[in-house]
């Protein structure tokens, strides 16, 4: 797994994320679903190519049910990206890297 | 050879979302798509197989090369296998695109878990259909399976499974009119084909099952297809485009399974491997 992407909980959501200063990514997975495994690599990617920029992590909604709860998920994944602790935008299903890079650059720009 | 395997996310596709795969020869006890598709990637990289993580969003011909756009640039090859695969198709109903995710679903084995003691409404008769409405009992308290025809179209042993799971209720003869709810689904609106009654029925998630479409948008004008969009080829796997084989859900075809993909890999794979020594050579 990168070095580059943050594992996040239901404990530190909120530190991490809800009030972090750069815009960030959650990637919510779990360990049984292949389009969770599927997308893995392109986050890692992205979490590369944007490093410094956007935050990227993973929240395993199995071990972490709170969160993926208080945001209405019943799907995975879901990517969200959080801007000034508010959802800027979500993104359900294995999609493309450059969907993705066309959701994140939009909220960067 | 000099191979690449282009690869949009990761190896595996609709494998990937198949909870256990029953009908892969020799696996007597099943196998999950999982384990299925991680020990064919390995296969094929014990042989040396380069997989690049890109996306193919144009194919052209220059002369007798093939030039494949990316969002970054451009790879040129003397033949390509075009091995796109399908993804689930839609009912095409309102309340559909905006519910995705919130409680519409075209993947049982990934979100069934969402569902623990709720009541979930499953479309379609194939094989898929089956499965994924007998998956879905193990969490939810009950399954309806929505199915616009009279019997099943699923194998038998499938169908079996549907009609004797007390979990499991099937709605023969209704199609889908509307998915309802607003930040979730709260209903789906059926109409009876016998006597054209329309009713609500209240739920909390409901799975799409209805076939496949294939993800072959980018190739529109290029090789030739069917009127669904699968891709045409000869025996060979040829397609109408010179040098460009077919293999997979995105032929046009009889029957989708893993075995028959398999096997048109191997055969496109043979078959791009003559082209080349008599077209290049």
């Known amino acids: ?109 | 050879m000099d191979v690449v395997l282009l690869e949009r996310l990761s190896p595996g596709g609709q494998v990937l979302t198949t909870d256990v795969v029953e009908n892969w020869p020799g696996d007597v006890d099943g196998v999950s798509g999982f384990e299925l598709s991680d020990r064919m990637r390995d296969h094929a990289l014990k042989f040396g197989l380069k997989i690049k993580n890109d996306e193919i969003i144009k194919l052209a011909s220059d002369g007798q090369i093939k030039v494949l756009t990316t969002p970054e640039g451009e790879i040129r090859a003397k033949a390509v296998i075009l091995a796109v695969g399908a993804q689930p198709r839609k009912l095409g109903v309102p309340g559909e695109d905006l519910l995705i995710g919130k409680g519409v679903s075209y993947c049982g084995t990934c979100d069934g878990p969402f569902y623990r003691e709720q009541t979930v409404v499953c479309f379609g008769g194939g094989d898929t259909a089956a499965e994924e409405a007998v998956f879905l009992t193990r969490f939810a308290k009950k399954v309806y399976l929505v199915h616009r025809r009279d019997q099943l179209r699923a194998a038998g042993v499938l169908a079996e499974r549907v009609l004797n799971n007390p979990k499991i209720e099937v709605l023969w003869s209704q199609v889908p009119l509307e998915i309802k709810g607003q930040d979730k689904v709260e209903a789906v609106r059926l109409k009876k084909l016998k006597d054209e009654v329309e009713y609500d029925l209240p739920c909390d998630g409901a799975f799409v099952f209805v076939g496949t479409s294939p993800n072959t948008g980018f190739l529109r004008g290029v090789v030739d297809m069917d009127r669904e969009g699968f891709i045409i080829h000869d025996r060979n796997q040829h397609t109408s485009m010179n040098g460009v084989f077919a293999a997979g859900d995105c032929c046009s075809k009889l029957l989708r399974q893993i075995v028959v993909a398999a096997g048109e890999g191997a055969v496109a794979t043979y078959a791009a491997q003559r082209y080349l020594e008599e077209v290049h050579e």
């Open chain 1, 1 to 109: 797994m990168s070095d580059n992407v943050l594992q996040v909980n239901d404990d530190n959501f909120e530190a991490e994320i809800l009030s972090s200063d750069t815009p960030a990514l959650v990637d919510f997975w779990a360990s049984w679903c292949g389009p969770c495994r599927a997308i893995a690599p392109v986050v890692e990617e992205l979490a590369e190519q944007y490093a410094g920029k956007l935050k990227v992590a993973k929240l395993n909604v199995d071990e972490s049910p709170k969160t993926p709860g208080q945001y209405g998920i019943r799907a995975i994944p879901t990517l969200i990206l959080f801007k000034d602790g508010k959802v800027a935008d979500q993104i359900t299903g294995a999609v493309s890297k450059s969907h993705l890079q066309a959701a994140i650059d939009k909220q960067l720009a």
